[in-house]
Nanobody, 114 residues
Framework: QVHFWEFGGGEAQSGSSLRLSCVVTGLPLHIHEMGWYRRAPEKARELIATIKPSGISDYVPAVEGRFTVSRDDAKDVVWLQMDALNPGDTGIYYC????????WGPGTQVTVAS
């Protein structure tokens, strides 16, 4: 079984930082492109960042320059470093393999004070 386990969410003040982690079980991570997604209140889940097996990452404009994705394939872990947080970053954050249709994990809640 393939599962995604997100950790590290919590409450933060505007301008501060959080670091999320994603542990993948059930398959080797090293050959897959990984994505970070978030679901803001009353909005649909959206892809915000990706990282290829080569380490090349990409970001949507809303987070580019503030968020950084990294990976450690030996540990099957992906991280999302979030800096300069603002209230628009509030939501539930998920990780998943891009374009493969696996079930979602529980996510981790991030709340940024306004």
């Amino acid at each position: 079984q393939v599962h995604f386990w997100e950790f590290g969410g919590g409450e933060a003040q505007s301008g501060s930082s959080l670091r999320l982690s994603c542990v993948v079980t059930g398959l080797p991570l090293h050959i897959h492109e990984m994505g970070w997604y978030r679901r803001a209140p009353e909005k649909a889940r959206e892809l915000i960042a990706t990282i290829k097996p080569s380490g090349i990452s990409d970001y949507v404009p809303a987070v580019e320059g503030r968020f950084t994705v990294s990976r450690d394939d030996a540990k099957d872990v992906v991280w999302l470093q979030m800096d300069a947080l603002n209230p628009g970053d509030t939501g539930i954050y998920y990780c998943n393999i891009v374009n493969r249709g696996y079930d979602w994990g529980p996510g981790t809640q991030v709340t940024v004070a306004s």
